[in-house]
Structure formats: structure tokens, C-alpha cells
């Protein structure tokens, strides 16, 4: 079984795998950079983002040189913005202290920002042949299924089984390879939801498929609750005299989710509350004072899923006739309408704007 299971593998992956563009080629940049925007995301979507930043970015010098802004607009969508915020760190790092070339060896590598063991070993596996294997959600579920390993994934112990069963099933083949064909045989056949098992090229020896237990691999130990977070966005509308339309901006300076995008005004609750209640809260209070104001439509409650939180968020729209009074003390920023799209917001914002595009 441990023989031939790396030449069955990589037979099977040069007649099956996809072409990506940053497949077959060495070049370190292309693999980190698809490695980094395809965490938590699927290829489908991650690709387009791909291209654009390896048009507007073409290397790691110029990477190195972006403003923060330009990256959060071009990584909008995306989420999980410490990603963009890694992905500036890391391209400034290998830039100063490793004159723009990538180390080859996974230790060295896993000293740069945003690259943990996984990244890591893509790297150094595909780009530069080190024999090391890379361990991602595909490979575990493979792994699990085929050997009939019962470890939960999360654990420091089932990470270290894993690897080492990769490790072993890794000796004497081509690294990267080898590890893209884990993850593609993971991500096309052996997905987690009803896999063609009768098809495959292991199932005379897939311990899952012979008890009937394929679903039930890999164990993963339960997920931490997930907190119901309720944002009453205040979308403001302020009508200058004559001139064009401005709306209010916020910068998201506080340790919390989305930091350093921009949102709108927000009075946040733990519990769901009528529209209309939070016109006559103190916190409304605060940031509209004595401002003569008149609503212009409430949204229907717009849901974002992050990994541990679910945020619910209706948006008031209000038209104002002068700076509400919070304005200052809020930081609040006005933005000429046809500007909102030069600041970076998230993706729950920017479903809203898109929504709002024939009135805006
Ligand atoms: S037999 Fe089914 S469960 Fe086993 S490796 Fe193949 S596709 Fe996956």
C-alpha cells in the first residue's frame, strides 16, 4: 500500500489536474502569493484576485512598495484582512532582509510573517524541491479516509501523525508533485461530500470506503460557539447646498474585527432590536445630537458569516443638513459619493453599497 500509493497518486494527477496559473512554475512569489489569497477561499474565487495582483503587482519589489490602502481595496471581498496585512509585511521583509529572494527551507521561511508550517511547505516543496509535505484540509481528509485515522485534526497529536504518515508516503518522489497531487486529488475526488468512491484509485485499500464510513472522516473536535453580533449602521446623507452628495465614513481604529476599513457610524447591541428604538438610544444620541435629520429607507437585516461570530446589520439611511453633531469626537470622515469606492469597507458594506447603487 505505502509503495505504489505515491505513483498511483501522481499518475493519476497528471491526467486530472487543473491549470493554474501559478502551477507549473518555480517562481517563489507566484506560490506564496497563491498560497496566502487562497487561504479560506476557493479557487473559483480566489484566481481573479490572483491575476489582479499579479498584474498590478508583477513582483515582490513592487509588492513591497503598496500602500496599505490600495491592498485592502484590491483584497476587498476577500476578508480575513490580517491575510492583506501579512501579505505587506512579508513582501517588506523578504524585500529588506532577503533582498527580494525567498529562503528555501521551511524554518526560515515560517520567520516571515503569515507563513505557518502549511505555506511553508508549499513553498519550499513546489518551488525549490525540498522534501517536506505539505499538510492542508485536503491532505487530512484524504489521509484520514484511506488510513482510517481516527485522530481529531485540530489536536497537536493529530497534526503530528499526519505528518509523519505524509512525510513517509512523500519519500522518493518529486516534492511539489507530489503535494499538489494530495491537494488536488483531495479538492477534485475525494471531496467531502459524497466521493465517487466506486471510481477511485484506492479503493481496494480506502479503510473508510470499505466500512461505510467515509463522512464520518476527518474527526474534528467540536467548534467554539459562534457570537451574534447586531450593527445598526447609521448610513448618513449629508445634503450640501447645492453640491454633490456626501455620505459619512468611519475608520475602524479599535482592536476588533475589520480593523483599518471603513464603515458607517454603528451602534452595535448584543440582542436584536426594532429599527425605529434605535433612533431614541443614547448612543444615537451621541453621534447625532441636535441634527435635524429625516429617514430615508431601512434596510432588511443583511447577515456575514465570520469564524466565530455572526454579524446581523441593518442600515438606516438618514439625510442630514448639517455635520451631525458626533462628528469630531467620532473621527467622522465625509466622502464626496463618487469617492466611496476609493475606500476600502467590508464585503458586508460593500453588499449594502452595491444594493444601494441606483440611488446613490
Ligand atoms: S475510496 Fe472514496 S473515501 Fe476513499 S480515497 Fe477514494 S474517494 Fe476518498
Not at 513553498?123 to 481516527?150: E, H, K, Q, T, W
Not at 511539489?176 to 468512491?197: H, I, R, S
Not at 449602521?233 to 449629508?238: A, C, G, R, V
Request: contains cysteine; aromatic residues 12%; glycine residues 6%.
Amino acid at each position: 500500500m505505502l509503495d505504489d500509493f505515491g505513483d498511483k497518486l501522481i499518475h493519476w494527477y497528471e491526467r486530472n489536474k487543473r491549470n493554474l496559473p501559478w502551477r507549473d512554475c518555480a517562481d517563489p512569489y507566484k506560490i506564496w502569493l497563491s498560497e496566502i489569497i487562497l487561504q479560506q477561499t476557493r479557487v473559483e474565487q480566489g484566481m481573479d484576485y490572483y491575476l489582479k495582483f499579479i498584474r498590478r503587482f508583477p513582483d515582490i519589489f513592487s509588492l513591497a512598495k503598496a500602500s496599505q490602502q490600495e491592498i485592502y481595496k484590491m483584497w476587498q471581498g476577500l476578508g480575513y484582512y490580517n491575510r492583506a496585512n501579512n501579505l505587506m509585511a512579508a513582501a517588506q521583509t523578504i524585500v529588506d532582509d532577503f533582498g527580494g529572494s525567498f529562503p528555501q527551507q521551511p524554518r526560515e521561511l515560517m520567520k516571515i510573517k503569515g507563513i505557518g508550517p502549511y505555506t511553508a511547505a508549499a513553498v519550499a516543496s513546489i518551488a525549490f524541491d525540498v522534501a517536506v509535505p505539505v499538510v492542508d484540509g485536503n491532505v487530512f481528509r484524504v489521509l484520514a479516509r484511506i488510513f482510517g485515522i481516527a485522530t481529531p485534526i485540530q489536536t497537536g497529536r493529530g497534526k503530528k501523525e499526519f505528518e509523519t504518515l505524509a512525510a513517509t508516503l512523500l519519500q522518493n518522489h518529486p516534492p511539489g508533485t507530489f503535494n499538489q497531487a494530495m491537494m488536488e486529488f483531495g479538492a477534485l475526488f475525494c471531496q467531502p461530500k459524497n466521493p465517487d468512491c466506486q471510481q477511485c484509485i484506492f479503493l481496494d485499500t480506502c479503510q473508510a470506503a470499505k466500512n461505510g464510513t467515509v463522512e464520518q472522516f476527518p474527526v474534528k473536535q467540536p467548534k467554539a460557539a459562534v457570537r451574534n453580533r447586531f450593527f445598526y449602521y447609521l448610513f448618513i446623507e449629508f445634503a450640501q447646498n447645492g453640491g454633490p452628495r456626501a455620505f459619512v465614513l468611519k475608520k475602524r481604529n479599535q482592536k476588533d474585527i475589520w480593523r483599518n476599513l471603513y464603515d458607517f457610524p454603528l451602534v452595535e447591541y448584543g440582542k436584536r432590536k426594532q429599527p425605529e428604538e434605535i433612533l431614541h438610544m443614547p448612543e444615537f444620541n451621541d453621534l447625532i445630537g441636535q441634527t435635524t435629520f429625516t429617514v430615508s429607507s431601512v434596510s432588511r437585516e443583511y447577515c456575514h458569516q465570520l469564524t466565530h461570530q455572526k454579524i446581523h446589520a441593518v442600515f438606516i439611511h438618514l439625510i442630514v443638513d448639517k455635520k451631525p453633531a458626533g462628528f469630531a469626537e467620532n473621527a467622522l470622515i465625509l466622502v464626496d459619493e463618487k469617492k466611496i469606492d476609493n475606500y476600502p469597507v467590508p464585503r458586508l458594506l460593500d453588499r449594502y453599497l452595491q444594493d444601494q447603487e441606483n440611488l446613490i
